[in-house]
């Protein structure tokens, strides 16, 4: 299926580690990146290529990839980094359909 | 500074069409492909169309082929979305967004233009 899974939410304290899964088989074989948005505001791109982080994005935010699942991780969270997180998978064929995961709400205490 | 600015959005009855337009400055739009995303009120991201930098390869999700068209104007530095046959399912906020690696996902995106479809 082309579907990603995502969990609806996530809650941490700051300064804690706040990891966000992507499952689908589509990623197994394609790239997935990882977007932060904020109430109002367009997408940010945080982490590309899986594990790839752009600049300007901080060091806290990184990315990893296992199997089906794909793992936003975010370490030491600070207060503004509440936000949705939608992960995508990708494909340079043109064979595959491209989507995104429904997203996950992150929330800090 | 790379900026994307959509515009062309608005309410337009069932049945009808709109004409988004994407203005880019801070780079140049020939060498990138482009995409088109959308976002339903309080729902997520959706993918809707992409174009690659020739302008060759273009995708189109499902639900939009046959009645959207997306293409690129490389001397006005913008990129379009004809939308015809406009549905209730449509109404949605249209992001154009930059894609520098080949396989429509997206690095620069605008601010987006509002899509309403209603009677």
């Known amino acids: 299926s082309y579907e990603l899974t995502q969990p609806p939410s996530v809650s941490v304290s700051p300064g804690q580690t706040a990891r966000i899964t992507c499952s689908g088989d589509a990623l197994t074989n394609q790239y997935a990146y990882w977007y932060q948005q904020k109430p109002g505001q367009a997408p940010i791109l945080v982490i590309y290529?899986?594990?790839e982080r752009p600049s300007g994005i901080p060091e806290r935010f990184s990315g990893s990839s296992s199997g089906t699942t794909v793992t936003l991780t975010i370490s030491g969270v600070q207060a503004e980094d509440e936000a949705d997180y939608y992960c995508q998978s990708a494909d340079t064929s043109g064979v595959y359909p491209v989507v995104f995961g429904g997203g996950t709400k992150l929330t800090v205490l | 500074e790379v900026q994307l600015v959509e515009s062309g959005g608005g309410l337009v009855k069932p049945g009808g069409s709109l004409r988004l337009s994407c203005a880019a400055s801070g780079f140049a739009l020939s060498s990138y492909a482009m995409n088109w995303v959308r976002q339903a009120p309080g729902k997520g991201l959706e993918w809707v169309s992409s174009?690659?930098?020739?302008?060759?390869?273009?995708y189109y999700t499902d639900s939009v082929k046959g009645r959207f068209t997306i293409s690129r104007d490389s001397a006005k530095n913008s990129l379009f979305l004809q939308m015809n046959s406009l549905r209730a399912e449509d109404t949605a906020l249209y992001y154009c967004a930059r894609d520098p690696y080949g396989d429509r996902a997206s690095d620069y995106w605008g601010q987006g233009t509002l899509v309403t479809v209603s009677s």
């Open positions: 174009i690659s930098s020739s302008g060759s390869y273009i």
């Open positions: 290529k899986d594990s």
